[in-house]
């Protein structure tokens, strides 16, 4: 009888740790870095003139060095999708990067800065521009709407 009862409890245990309350460093990592927001910050600036011109910003928002690490060359890319969401431009399309993992080594409050442009020659109306960076560890993508007269 005491051994039944002693699998029932490891058992009962066991199912009790399994469901029970998980860590939330994965989730919230910015708390032990003492920042307020996110590790990396990004933002995309677009503007629009005979050529519509792009700018990456990747911020480390962290009081140490951060690393990103890269699958390819490619570190970025950027989109632009027409009002019903096609794509009709692609930076990267056409390009060549090498095969080799890379990272690169961001200080406290550094910042990247990655430009692209476009001739989009004869076109007009609504698109999205969408710029994502490339890293393993720190992927981020920016949306951002704009016109063409």
């Given amino acids: 009888m005491r ?3 002693a699998v ?6 066991a199912v009790l740790y399994a469901c029970g309350p998980r860590s ?14 996110p590790l ?10 005979d050529n519509v011109e792009f700018v990456l910003h990747i911020t480390n928002n962290a009081q140490k060095k951060l690393e990103l690490t890269f699958p390819s060359g490619q ?12 794509e009709v431009w692609r ?11 890379q990272n690169h080594v961001l200080e406290a409050n550094e910042t990247l800065t990655y430009e692209a442009a476009w001739n989009p020659e004869s076109m007009r109306g609504a698109f999205v521009a969408v710029a994502s960076l490339r890293s393993e ?13």
Avoid: C
């Fill in 3 to 5: 051994s039944r009862l």
């Fill in 8 to 13: 029932a409890l490891v058992i009962a245990a």
């Fill in 24 to 37: 939330h460093t994965a989730e919230t990592p910015n708390r032990k870095h003492g920042t307020a927001g």
């Fill in 40 to 49: 990396v910050a990004s933002s995309l600036d677009v503007a629009v003139g």
């Fill in 75 to 86: 570190n970025y890319d950027v989109t632009v999708l027409d009002s019903v969401g096609r």
């Fill in 91 to 101: 930076w990267s399309s056409g390009r060549m990067f090498t095969q080799a993992l």
């Fill in 137 to 149: 560890n720190h992927p981020l993508e920016r949306r951002v709407p704009f016109s063409l007269p």
